[in-house]
Nanobody
C-alpha cells in the first residue's frame, strides 16, 4: 500500500511561514495528482492545492492563492506546501493525498485514493 507521511506543522504567528512536507512511498506515482487538503474543527475537509506529480500544472483554492505554493521533488518522492503570510483562518490539520484517477475534479476529496495522517498547523494572532 502507498504510505503518505506529512511533517512540518507547528505553531506560528500570523504573517509567518511554514513548509509542509509529504513523503510518499510504495510505488511510482507517474502522472498522478498530488493534493493538499485541510480540516478545521467542526468543518468539512477542504481543498487547498494540487499538482500533477510529473508536471508543473498546479491549482489552488482562492483562499490561499498568492500565499501558498505546492511543489514536488520527484527524486525524493516528496510533495511540499510552502505557506507564507499565514492567517489565523489557516489553522487546521493539513493532509496530503494522491489520486490515481483521470479527468477528475481535483478539488473533490472523494476522488483521492490515498491519504496521510495529517499534520497540525496553528496560526496565532
Amino acid at each position: 500500500q502507498v504510505q503518505l507521511v506529512e511533517s512540518g506543522g507547528g505553531l506560528v504567528q500570523a504573517g509567518g511561514s511554514l513548509r509542509l512536507s509529504c513523503a510518499a512511498s510504495g510505488r511510482s506515482f507517474g502522472s498522478y495528482i498530488m493534493g493538499w487538503f485541510r480540516q478545521a474543527p467542526g468543518k468539512e475537509r477542504e481543498f487547498v492545492a494540487a499538482i500533477r506529480w510529473s508536471g508543473s500544472r498546479t491549482s489552488y483554492a482562492d483562499s490561499v492563492m498568492g500565499r501558498f505554493t505546492i511543489s514536488t521533488d520527484n527524486a525524493k518522492n516528496t510533495v511540499y506546501l510552502q505557506m507564507n503570510s499565514l492567517k489565523p483562518e489557516d489553522t487546521a490539520v493539513y493532509y496530503c493525498a494522491v489520486s490515481t484517477k483521470l479527468n477528475i475534479d481535483i478539488a473533490a476529496s472523494a476522488k483521492y485514493n490515498y491519504w496521510g495522517q495529517g499534520t497540525q498547523v496553528a496560526v496565532s494572532s
